[in-house]
């Protein structure tokens, strides 16, 4: 699914973006430079508004440093330097932070309100580390380990639609979303295992 999803847009958007890449180039913008960038302004705005309860404003602002995301990977690809494992590195390191402070944002703010909602997110955070954990060890394997129900892609729209619709004034909508969240991220765990397991077996017969 996250495949697809991904692929559907991937063409379109670097297309869009392209233009903005070449010109950040020239005023001398790296990808790492834009890594960080974005990164610690998404890790700022998570950790600023979603624990006050400022979900709205909170999911406008980290949506739009998200995006500079995609921005990295095509300024690697236009540049004279073009990717490198350190990049990558890079680059997979903070989406793993800034994806621990948009949950852990929502987290806090539970905690603080004594919510029952608080195991539900941290089970959602364990569960998206393992995620990226897994497909990590995999490839440290030369084993290919990508696909699941819910990849980084479908788990940052399940929680920024989420805290959009909060912000908006539907409280029911934090409930259903970290449900979602947790069950899809836990789902998506034991479906990377497996197809770890199936490769290990295939590669032993």
Known sequence: MGMMLQGSLRAPVTRL??????????IGISANAMSLIGAGATIAAALIFFPS???FAGTIWVLVFVLFDLLDGTIA????????????????????????????????YEISK?????????????AGFMVSYIKARAESLNIKCDGGLAER?????????????????????MAVGIWLLAVASVFTAFQRIFIVSKSLKMASN
């Open 17 to 26: 973006i392209t233009p903005l890449c070449r010109g950040l180039i020239r």
């Open 53 to 55: 309860g400022h979900f």
């Open 77 to 108: 690809r236009l540049s004279n330097k073009g990717s490198n494992a350190f990049g990558a590195l890079l680059d997979s390191t903070l989406d793993r932070l800034s994806d621990s402070a948009v949950i852990g944002g929502i987290l806090w």
């Open 114 to 126: 004594h919510d029952r909602l608080a195991p539900v997110v941290l089970i959602s955070l364990v």
């Open 153 to 173: 892609t479908e788990r940052l729209i399940i929680v920024l639609l989420t805290t959009a619709l909060v912000g908006y004034g539907v409280d029911w909508a």
